[in-house]
């Protein structure tokens, strides 16, 4: 119940503030209106299917969720340098309790953007079928990566630091190196070896694996992002732990 109503506390303070509503939900669907009208000037004889929406839908999907690392970094390292936390840290939560806190709210957003991104694609060409569902919980799922990695920086960093390592430096890495704007196959080297190392990509083929009912090639991706996971997610509860447990909060 504790871990319930810390996160039901979490999800206003985020819920508070518009900018996170925009960058959460709304500004998705404005690069998917951008980009298909980009597609749709592309004549004929030149047209490719990089701005096609079965690329889109997938690639833009997660990118929505790296927002989620902004949200939680900036949540945290909040709590870090105020009253707030320090009280709690005198309850019976633990480590683990906190970051469940701070988690769960995240994975509501996630699905809440999953869901008005990939429905929002249905309507500029992607086929609405019983797939669609199972890709936004996939896209949720995946989310955790981002979680992970905005309460790993919001445990370690001040509020200023987070904004610009988790919002303009991981949401730029997420962007590029996942083949959301420039498909990796096409640039190929030593970039496209560095994407297949880090998840972002992988996070990308998942969620288009599923779309397209390819359940067997989505298992291998999604293995490595949900490694890449459990060890952040690990990292972020160690980190806090010391935290509580006597370093400055």
């Known amino acids: 119940m504790r871990i319930f109503l810390f996160a039901k506390r979490n999800a206003k303070e985020v819920l508070r503030d518009p900018i996170n509503l925009f960058f959460g939900l709304g500004f998705p669907l404005i690069l998917l209106v951008l980009l298909s009208i980009i597609n749709a000037s592309i004549p004929p004889e030149a047209h490719n299917t ?17 927002f989620m690392a902004l949200f939680a970094g900036l949540l945290l390292s909040k709590d870090r340098t105020s009253s707030f936390l320090m009280r709690l840290f005198a309850s019976p939560m633990t480590s683990l309790d ?11 957003m996630a699905f809440a953007q999953a869901t008005i991104t990939l429905l929002a694609s249905c309507i500029v060409g992607l086929e609405l079928n019983a797939n669609l569902l199972l890709a936004i919980v996939v896209t949720t799922l995946t989310s955790l990566l981002f979680v992970g990695f905005g309460l790993l920086f919001g445990s370690l960093l001040n509020e200023k630091a987070v904004s610009g390592i988790c919002g303009a430096l991981l949401t730029n890495v997420a962007a590029w190196l996942s083949g959301v704007f420039i498909p990796i196959d096409l640039i190929g080297g030593a970039f496209k070896k560095a994407a297949e190392i880090l998840p972002f990509y992988h996070s990308v083929q998942t969620i288009r694996a599923v779309l397209g009912g390819n359940f067997d090639e989505m298992l291998p991706h999604l293995i490595i992002v949900l490694g890449y996971t459990v060890v952040i997610f690990i990292l972020a509860i160690i980190v806090f732990h010391h935290k509580m447990s006597g370093d400055n909060a």
Do not use: C, Q, R
């Not at 990089?50 to 790296?66: Q, V, Y």
């Not at 906190?98 to 509501?108: K, S």
């Open 50 to 66: 990089m701005f096609s929406i079965e690329n889109l839908a997938p690639g833009l999907a997660m990118f929505g969720t790296a």
């Open 98 to 108: 906190f970051i469940l806190g701070y988690t769960l709210p995240m994975l509501v």
